[in-house]
């Protein structure tokens, strides 16, 4: 695996616009104390983002550049700083208003792709959730993050996005430990009906579902979710943020380690039986 992780390439493309925004302030021979109060801010803004702890919104971009006289340079940084924006999705700022949205506008992301492969460490894949396990998940989210909860909202937006299993032209490969299996996420009803429900999906023709035995020699690690979007896109999710890469060098390593926690999984028959057993032990 590269050295380098998804969060700490996330923050060198931080790095790396604040040393633009550093250039610029220097260039115009202007201190940090007075950039901040040409903008109106406090001194301890600049400060943050020069030393890349923040991301300027727009309109910050658009009063560093007036004070500093670079506004021949503002639709370059504007560019720059939505794509880190976009590689860095900070959970809390998303979910503000609630995680409806959120499921809403990757919709497209979904219908588009050919191929997702998705690895799970924690929870059962969202593509597969059912209703209840769904709303479970996403209020103890929420509750954690302190965001609003609209939990039931989001479940269906979720299920909504799911349809995308159903249609023509696509193919998934889901893997998830065993461990997702025994996780009881809304208690035991809760847990009966979405493994259930994974027995029901192992039948669509377009879904592979793998499981990663317990008992497997693991010739690689447990590692964060993350979904492969055909070649083209990397997601992964940590406890804060997503991180969206579409470096296609480190495309390749996530799907070189896809390929080998796949030959970790079993498939069809001796799936099921995993399923099953971990329903049997919910009795």
Same mark, same amino acid.
């Given at each position: 695996?590269?050295?380098?992780?998804?969060?700490?390439?996330?923050?060198?493309?931080?790095?790396?616009?604040?040393?633009?925004?550093?250039?610029?302030?220097?260039?115009?021979?202007?201190?940090?104390?007075?950039?901040?109060?040409?903008?109106?801010?406090?001194?301890?803004?600049?400060?943050?983002?020069?030393?890349?702890?923040?991301?300027?919104?727009?309109? %910050?971009?658009?009063?560093?550049?007036?004070?500093?006289?670079?506004?021949?340079?503002? %639709?370059?940084?504007?560019?720059?700083?939505?794509?880190?924006?976009?590689?860095?999705?900070?959970?809390?700022?998303?979910?503000?208003?609630?995680?409806?949205?959120?499921?809403?506008?990757?919709?497209?992301?979904?219908?588009?792709?050919?191929?997702?492969?998705?690895?799970?460490?924690?929870?059962?894949?969202?593509?597969?959730?059912?209703?209840?396990?769904?709303?479970?998940?996403?209020?103890?989210?929420?509750?954690?993050?302190?965001?609003?909860?609209?939990?039931?909202?989001?479940?269906?937006?979720?299920?909504?996005?799911?349809?995308?299993?159903?249609?023509?032209?696509?193919?998934?490969?889901?893997?998830?430990?065993?461990?997702?299996?025994?996780?009881?996420?809304?208690?035991?009803?809760?847990?009966?009906?979405?493994?259930?429900?994974?027995? %029901?999906?192992?039948?669509?023709?377009?879904?592979?579902?793998?499981?990663?035995?317990?008992?497997?020699?693991?010739?690689?690690?447990?590692?964060?979710?993350?979904?492969?979007? %055909?070649?083209?896109?990397?997601?992964?999710?940590?406890?804060?943020?997503?991180?969206?890469?579409?470096?296609?060098?480190?495309?390749?390593?996530?799907?070189?380690?896809?390929?080998?926690?796949?030959?970790?999984?079993?498939?069809?028959?001796?799936?099921?039986?995993?399923?099953?057993?971990?329903?049997?032990?919910?009795?």
């Amino acid at each position: 695996m590269s050295s380098a992780s998804p969060s700490s390439a996330a923050q060198a493309a931080r790095a790396a616009l604040a040393g633009r925004l550093v250039v610029l302030r220097k260039t115009a021979g202007l201190k940090a104390f007075e950039v901040a109060a040409l903008c109106g801010w406090h001194k301890s803004k600049v400060s943050r983002i020069e030393n890349a702890r923040m991301l300027p919104s727009d309109a %910050d971009i658009r009063a560093w550049c007036r004070a500093c006289g670079a506004e021949h340079q503002l %639709d370059e940084l504007l560019t720059a700083s939505r794509s880190v924006d976009e590689m860095y999705v900070d959970w809390r700022r998303v979910h503000q208003h609630g995680i409806r949205r959120v499921h809403e506008t990757t919709v497209p992301l979904y219908r588009r792709t050919r191929l997702l492969r998705v690895y799970c460490s924690n929870v059962v894949p969202g593509l597969l959730q059912t209703r209840e396990y769904a709303t479970a998940l996403l209020a103890t989210i929420s509750e954690f993050q302190g965001t609003p909860n609209d939990a039931e909202e989001a479940a269906d937006a979720r299920l909504r996005r799911s349809r995308v299993l159903h249609e023509n032209g696509h193919r998934f490969v889901l893997l998830v430990e065993e461990t997702v299996l025994r996780y009881r996420v809304g208690g035991p009803e809760v847990m009966d009906a979405q493994l259930a429900g994974l027995l %029901d999906a192992m039948s669509l023709p377009s879904l592979a579902l793998g499981v990663i035995p317990f008992t497997a020699d693991r010739a690689m690690w447990p590692v964060e979710t993350f979904m492969v979007f %055909d070649m083209a896109r990397v997601q992964v999710e940590t406890l804060s943020a997503a991180i969206n890469i579409t470096s296609p060098s480190e495309i390749a390593v996530y799907a070189r380690a896809f390929g080998q926690l796949q030959q970790l999984a079993v498939f069809g028959a001796k799936a099921r039986a995993l399923v099953q057993a971990a329903r049997d032990a919910l009795e």
